[in-house]
């Protein structure tokens, strides 16, 4: 298949999750012999979309990618004023949403024109994350050349509710959800998904860990820690889990440490049972999951959590954020984890699963079973081509096209 | 010998009895003036006499000046049959089709001035009207020799009264560039073109940009509805006045960076030259008068424009200073034509140039 | 601190270039004209703003009326104090003045009467009114739709004393003119009775309107009532088990409605042809005489499993089977289905046989079309079936041979089959 995928940032340097996501899809479907190439910006951060890349056609690690330029960095003096308009209190009307998700960005004059003259070269254009221009905009001028699929990423917030996403949402061939949960919450806001579209994402499950490693690099000896993996920003949940540990630590409920890895974007305050290693390599990230005794994911908003499966693959037990349906649907289904709501629960949970070495890896062995069984790359492949060739099928069979 | 004014409507604030007051002040220095008008706002109870009271003992010698802006029943008849000689001063009635559709009362209304223009004219010795866009609609109706005078105004009021304090105060705490809108909220102004462009202006340039509108909410069911429009938009930027004081006026034009005319039909526009007076730069619409108004002194946009254009042009302006500093330049050099004593004389002189067509007494020597 | 230019600084600035204004005006209308190509103001987005703007002005606050009403009030309190002084007493005529006088002190009296009962009628409706109006603000109160109606019936009345007090302040003028411009109003009016008739005439025309009995002709055009039984039969068992009764608009002989029943399904049909509803009565099922879109709208929001339209759509206009689709979507209840069945327009073979056989077909709807009305409309599940394909001896013949000629015929036999020979008919399921 000629498969085009439009995303709003692209490259390896780029760490948003969906990004990451996209280019990692895209990277495995090129080895399987399909002919992908990228359309996206020159940006290099989310914050004002300014190029950064060189505009025009490159080849990256063997897919060909096509930057746009953006039409101006987005000033956020003009945009939060926007955003507190359209986000807060009552529905804005239609052209406010409308000048909001321009501004929101990224602002990119000749994606429209790209899509009208190039679009009808592929199989399938893909888009990732439902909340930016790109998509916003994209989706309906690519549905005219070619089927279209939308990867949502989507989250219970403010923004998914807006209508001025519905012209986009109709003209969407069909969507790919990660989680079921994620599937529920697009069919309670517009109605139409088929069961086919819950394909997930692909995890590398022969990653070894060397936790022994992990702990002689950070001086940790035998001791029993928890680990929390990834960007130190509000949104995470990193807070209420530094709370929640230093709490139990500070009044003698725990002897475990917290370990936290991941680059400092708010700074937590230091303390004499916790650890920050800041920013590792991969293999360093695979280690200290292996070495931790219990994986705690206390974000609030995930829409999969990779490294929640990443624990699982290394065989960790899970303690995860109640109030995120998601994390808490992926612990009930793999039981390979317990969730919180509060520092009581967490308090219970941590106790049990430090005092019970079987039942840590009882949970840890199920946890690495629903990932193997679920999001091997191969399957997950595997059930997305089945995907794309339905969607193809679909736009076709209306055109009566062979 | 008695020289009267008639008016339709008479209120607080409106430019066509405001007009007739002074002309009024001017004309009882030679004659019996008085204003009459059908209707009264109890404000000016005492300054403008009802119509019924109108005497009933005049004759050829006396002239009676009716100030056509909208139509009323009856009227046409009384001025057909009233033995004085009739002068038409013609402020103007707006088109009736803005009204059509939701005030149709009031379009009726405004139909059946243009009507009876006709028949005004016919009973009228001459006319006068506030400017040739005026003047060219009276022509269409086959008068002759119309005489184009501005009203007369009174700018100095609001350059000698005190500038509402409290108003001042929150005006001087607005951090960004202040936008100004003057009239009555009907739809001929289009009011809410002010708002889109607004909207505009601030998504894409100048965030901070605050727009405020000052003007009689004469229409309650306009009102709201501009009210809601702004409401809709979720722009905390803008702030719909409604009625203000001169003194309140006064600190409005006195802060504003720009003065914005929208409107779609204008017999003249006052506010253009209030701005002119006190210092603020004009982005308007070349409809009806204004292009005359205006002269080169404003930024005046093709009748085409839309929000967008409006949007474009007012940034222009309140980035670039050397370009404010011009306009303001040329609108103060502007206002200068337009002085209490300016337009009073030439409403004057003009109302000579009618009578003497007809030279009965001395009137006229008394006027120049 | 504002930037606003002060009357004092423009002494002050030296300016370097003369400012021309409508060079500005030019660079302002080529910056516009960039912008709107690149994108800041796309299209549709000032139509959006000035659309939203004509919502409000069209969705009246009743909290407006009851500004109005006060405003009216206010002016009606100030003029309805009537007093025998204000009245006029002087006259034109010589000697009128006294003669004037004289009368009024001799009727003085009644007059005096008159406007004593006026005024006890006025002060008494007054504060009637205002009363009513104080309730209205009340926001505990409910605003019914005939207390809007009251409302506005209360303020023409309102408007009606006013008109009557202003009258009695002025004396009636010749009706002559009123005559005048009546009798040029009654010499419009023929012209536009006139137009009217022939509006009518080409209405007419542009109908349908046989001699015949419609019925023969279509007993030729299709099949005997037994084929079309068979064709239907997979499509009545799909509807056991909607979530509500199901109606089938333009059910011609009941056919489809029979099947139904067999199956126990509960269901009606809707058809405009009265010959037809005629020869269905007494067949056991139920066939009501109307126009699809108004039977519709008179049905309950949210209660009905499923409506079938089966070769209805290529009749319409297309606002009339927009029309439809919204209406049909908000009678079904959720999880009822819309069933459209109608002709295929990517079959050119359906041109030459059966579309244009039907002289009140209308236009072919494009499945392409279809789908996105459904979809813009809210419905989901959009399922398309492809039925009636044309017989194996009509189509061309695919040789089987190897030679690159045979290929080539091949290829060029497939290439019009699917053209020529498509599925005569497609049915479209959405679901709500």
Redesign the interface.
Known sequence: MRILYCVQRYGESIAGGAEAACRSVAERMSARGHNVEVLTTCAQSYNDWADHFAPGTSSENGITVHRLRV?APRISERFVPLHQRVTVGEAA???VQ??WL?TLGP?V?EL?PWLEEHGADFDVIIFYTYLYATSGFGVKVASVRAPTLLHPAAHDEPAFWLEVYRPML?AAEGFSFQTIEEMELMRSR???VREDELVGLGVDTEILGDGGRFRRQFGLGEDPFVLFLGRIDPGKGPDELYQFMTTLMDHGRTTAKLVVVGEPIVSLPEHPRVVFTGFVDEQTKHDALAAATVFAQPSYFESFSLSLCEAWVQSRPALVQARCDVLRGQAERSKGGISYTGLAEFDAALSRLLADPQLRDQLGAAGREYVRANYQWDEVLARYERLLERVIVDWC????L? | MRISQLLIGASPGDAVTEAALRLSDALSLIAESEVYAVHIH?ALEGRVTRL?KFP??GSADDVLILHVSIGEP?IA?FVANCPERVILSYHNITPSSFFE??DPAFAARLRAGRWELKAFADSAMGAIADSEFNAAELKALGLTDIEVAPPPLNLQRLHDIEPDAHFTDELAA?EG??LLTVGQILPHKRP?LA??AH??LNV?YLPKARLFIAGVFTN???S???V??VE??KLSTVRVLGAVTDAQLSALYR???VLLVPSEHEGFCVPIIEAFSL???VVARGFGAIPETAG?A????PCSA????LC??VN?V?SD??????????G?ERARLFTAEETLHGSLAALARVLQREPVLAISDHLT | M??????D??VS?T?TEP?D?HQ??E???V??AN??A?????A???E???S??AR??????P??RI??LR?ELERLN?AAHLKQTSA?T???LPGGSAAHKAVAKVVGRQINALYEQMNEFTGELLPVIGHVVDGLQDPRSHMHEDLVCELNSMQDRVAELQRTLDHL??SF??SA?VMARMLDHLNAFDGLSARLQRLEEAERRRGFDPFFDYGDFEDVGRGPTAEMVVEYRELADGLVGVPGPVIDIGAGRGEFLQLLAERDVPSWGIEIDEALVVKSAGSGIEIRLSDGLEALRDVPFGSLGAIVMLHVIEHLTPNELLELVQLSFDRLAPGGRLVLETPNP?SLYVFARAFWLDPTHSKPVH??YL?FVL??A?Y???E?DWTAFPSEDERLVEPLGDTALDQVVAENARRLN?LVF?AQNYRVTARR
């Open positions: 039409r009307a239609p052209a409308m000048d321009r602002d004059p429209a109709n517009y109605g139409r069979s209306r055109r009566m062979p | 109890p019924a009933l003992d009856g008849d559709e939701f607005v560039p202040l809410e708002v889109d909207h505009l894409n309650p069911l306009y709201s509805a501009l809601r429009h809709s938009l802060r504003a960076d210092g603020v730069p080169a404003a930024l005046v946009l839309t929000a967008a254009d474009e042009a222009r309140l200073k050397a370009i404010s500093l011009e306009m303001t330049r040329l103060l | 504002s930037g606003k230019a002060r009357p600084d423009v600035v300016v400012i204004l500005v005006l660079e302002v209308r910056a516009a912008a709107r690149t994108g800041v103001y796309p549709g987005l000032e959006s703003l000035q939203d703007f409000q002005l069209h969705r009246p606050d909290r407006d500004l109005h405003k100030s006029p002087t006259s034109s302040d002025t003028r010749d003119s990517q499945p392409v789908e979809r813009q809210g989901s599940h959009i398309f699917s498509g």
